[in-house]
């Protein structure tokens, strides 16, 4: 089992641009949330997508958008880069609901710099 | 809205002493309490986690403490190791009603000095 994959590992765009980064979770899990982390601060949750739908969503704004796929793996775009969105960003898969266990599993991460 | 916050943001220890990282969270009803584990350039890594019905949990040099009425946590290293140095977040989200949101603390970094 690879656990959670991301692609790319480190993407560099200019303001205004379009990104789309990818996800594939840990075998077996059916839930992926995205996080931001900035550089020396904690992840802020983004979003989460269940049945491939948005369940949940943190304080950010709509240039944020997703997608989950039928196999669960997803998609994070964000729309007119900022120079604030220079980040890592991180996805989570976890089990289906009801299976008692909530831990969250992380990839490695996107390093996203806006130029 | 939902916060927690972490002290300190520095911790420095000497090898084989104990470390101490306290949260407090604000959403009373949060109920699950993970710690986070983040080596330099690597993803973060669950070390242990705590539910609201239990007040304190250990797994071998680790452990965690929860106070539900002060909405407190804290994670306690004891006998630390170098390889112990990493950033720590604590977090706080509710299960098991429905999957919701984690909030992570703002991070510790911990370093331990041979």
């Known amino acids: 089992d690879a656990g959670v994959t991301q692609s790319p590992t480190h993407l560099i765009k200019t303001r205004g641009q379009q990104v789309t980064l990818r996800c594939s979770p840990k075998?077996?899990?059916?839930?992926v949330s995205w996080y931001q982390q900035a550089l020396g601060q904690g992840p802020q949750f983004i979003f989460q997508y269940y049945e491939e739908e948005e369940r949940q969503r943190g304080n950010f704004p709509d240039r944020f958008s997703g997608h989950q796929f039928p196999n669960y793996s997803s998609e994070l775009n964000v729309n007119a880069l900022l120079l604030g969105d220079s980040a890592l960003y991180l996805c989570a898969s976890s089990e289906p609901f009801g299976t008692g266990n909530n831990e969250q599993f992380f990839g490695p991460g996107t390093r996203l710099t806006v130029l | 809205g939902e916060n927690v916050e972490q002290h300190p943001s520095t911790l420095s220890v000497q090898e084989g002493d104990s470390a101490v990282i306290k949260c407090t969270y604000s959403?009373?009803?949060?109920?699950?309490f993970p710690w986070y584990k983040q080596e330099l350039g690597k993803r973060p890594q669950l070390i242990i986690d705590?539910?609201?019905?239990?007040g304190e949990k250990k797994d071998q040099r680790i452990a965690v403490t929860l106070n539900k009425t002060a909405k407190h946590f804290s994670l306690h290293i004891t006998e630390t190791q170098p390889e112990d140095s990493a950033v720590y977040f604590c977090a706080a989200s509710f299960f098991p009603t429905s999957y919701d949101k984690v909030i992570f603390g703002p991070g510790t970094s911990l370093s331990v000095i041979p």
């Open positions: 075998s077996g899990h059916d839930t």
């Open positions: 705590i539910r609201s019905n239990v």
């Open positions: 959403d009373s009803a949060s109920n699950y």
